[in-house]
């Protein structure tokens, strides 16, 4: 399996795409703006990560993002490098 299938069969089994798709804001932002967003800075894969991870609030709207720490360290950061190379 290609790795950006792998990376989107993922986010589909740790239920990211319930709020995000790739190119439409549903609950949350694309992952295209998420990538935009976080374009050029070095730390965004890490700080995505734990968003990800602990979940988050008030970056991109009232409504927060609930923690998914069930997300192993390795499916995090092919999902994260997934989502910024967009």
Known sequence: MPAAQASEALLKKYN?????????KLVGPS???VAKKYKGQKDAADM????????G???WGPVP?????A?????????VSFILAL
Not at 71 to 79: F, G, I, N, R, W
């Open 31 to 33: 992952y295209k703006d």
């Open 16 to 24: 990211c795409t319930a709020c995000h798709a790739i190119d439409k």
């Open 57 to 59: 609030k008030g970056v």
């Open 71 to 79: 997300v192993s360290d390795a499916d995090l950061k092919k999902m």
């Open 65 to 69: 993002m609930p923690p998914n720490p």
């Open 48 to 55: 995505l990560a734990q968003k990800i991870k602990k979940g």
